[in-house]
């Protein structure tokens, strides 16, 4: 079976993908490719830093991948955390202090419209593809629930009276970013045999 290297060693979107793929593509991670490295991400675009992560990998491992870049975008802070959302309290990638300066930052702001973007780009026989996932919502003014991870319990999906961490993970996964950009990509992948 063709292989395809996902460019992460996060089990829970491993699994996502390599079970809609089975049987099309054998799903690789970093660690069983044997990258042991940090790839950099130096871009200040989510493209960018997920083109950065494919191309690093096809270079040095002439394989077929994928990588993946996250950001939460907030209008009134006009589109921050966005590419820096890891980061945004300081290098720890700390959730818990990057909730709480999101929250300062929009302290007295009216406006609290956030959107959870996306970017998957794909190297598949030297040729590179990128597919974007969105989920917009607004940023609550404290944390509810403990599912899930990063910005979630701050975060509630349009249409959803629940923040993400309320949400269980197969509930999240069908309308989250994450979950629409895979979807795009395991389109495309299926097309093509
Ligand atoms: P990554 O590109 O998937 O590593 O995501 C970058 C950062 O965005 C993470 O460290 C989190 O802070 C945030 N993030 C990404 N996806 C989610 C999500 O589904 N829920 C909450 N926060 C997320």
């Given at each position: 079976m063709e292989q395809l290297v996902f460019a992460t060693n996060n089990p829970h979107k491993v699994d996502e993908v390599r079970n809609k793929l089975s049987g099309l593509f054998e799903i690789r991670t970093l660690s069983e490719i044997g990258?042991?490295?940090?790839?950099?991400?130096?871009?200040?675009?989510?493209?960018?830093?997920?083109?950065?992560?494919?191309?690093?990998?096809?270079?040095?491992?002439?394989?077929?991948?994928?990588?993946?870049?996250?950001?939460?975008?907030?209008?009134?802070?006009?589109?921050a955390p966005?590419?820096?959302?890891a980061r945004y309290a300081g290098p720890g990638k700390d959730s818990e202090a990057n909730i709480d300066k999101l929250l300062s930052e929009l302290e007295g702001k009216e406006n609290r419209r956030a959107r959870f973007?996306?970017?998957?780009?794909?190297?598949?026989?030297?040729?590179?593809?990128?597919?974007e996932g969105i989920v917009s919502g607004t940023i609550l003014t404290e944390?509810?629930?403990?599912?899930?991870?990063?910005y979630d319990p701050v975060f509630q999906p349009d249409g959803y009276d629940c923040s993400f961490a309320e949400l269980s993970m197969?509930?999240?996964?069908k309308i989250s970013h994450r979950g629409r950009a895979t979807e795009k990509l395991i389109q495309f992948l299926s097309g093509t045999k």
């Open positions: 990258c042991v490295e940090d790839i950099p991400e130096t871009s200040d675009t989510l493209q960018g830093n997920a083109a950065q992560k494919s191309h690093y990998l096809h270079d040095r491992f002439h394989c077929d991948c994928f990588a993946d870049d996250t950001g939460l975008e907030v209008e009134a802070l006009n589109g966005g590419v820096y959302s973007r996306t970017v998957i780009s794909l190297i598949l026989n030297g040729q590179e593809h990128f597919f944390r509810h629930g403990s599912n899930g991870f990063g197969d509930e999240k996964n």
